[in-house]
């Protein structure tokens, strides 16, 4: 077995023990390889090895790998900060994206999503710790975002995605995962039906399968330690 097929082993059975410890399933939980900065035969490898969702950070990088692996069954995740003169691209390329936090970017994908393709898969990546990063919407502004993004043509809003502070404290961890599922059960209340929790990487993602992750994304666990510095793609 490829050192790739075996990981891909070792993460699923991971999966598989942080959820019976949660009292889930392992079939409520998505596995998505995050490939970014991996070459096509890395891909191709986890492919033959069973997976079939992988998500990608950067546009041009993820582009040369799409038509690379034309022929496989793959389904595309674009995870990725989002420029406003890169979302036809996207549109026209991806099956789900995960990073949407502005109205003006859910439009542009809405009105540029090609109309023989299906709806675009979509997350609002949300802030929940603020210090962190400038990307997502603010928790305070999401339920507007979310009423405005789930009329939008050409678009399916099916959940939430946040990428928290990194941090080795499990409390810590699961608090801004139960922060995140919080508001998608608001949203719920609110009469959107969002069935997507995206959270959860190589380092925690059995704190996100204990507070609800239905999507954990995860790279390095899979294709090891990333080799060149991310954004130079
Ligand atoms: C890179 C990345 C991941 C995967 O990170 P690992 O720590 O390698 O598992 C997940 N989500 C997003 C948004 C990323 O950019």
Known sequence: MTTIASNLQAVNA???EAALSAGRTADEISLLAVSKTFPADALREAFQAG???FAESYLQEALVKIA???GLA???HFIGPIQGNKTRQI????AWVHSVDRLKIAERLSVQRPAHLPPLQLCLQVNVSHEASKSGVSPEGLSDLARAVAVLPGLH???L????APSDEIAVQRASFARLNELYRELNLQGFQLDTLSMGMSQDFSSAIAEGATMVRIGSAIF????YQEGVV
């Open 14 to 16: 991971a999966i598989s």
């Open 51 to 53: 997976q079939r969702r």
């Open 68 to 70: 690379a692996l034309q």
């Open 74 to 76: 793959i389904e595309w």
């Open 91 to 94: 549109a026209e390329n991806f």
């Open 157 to 159: 809003l099916r959940g």
């Open 161 to 164: 995605m946040a990428i928290p």
């Open 224 to 227: 090891g330690k990333r080799i």
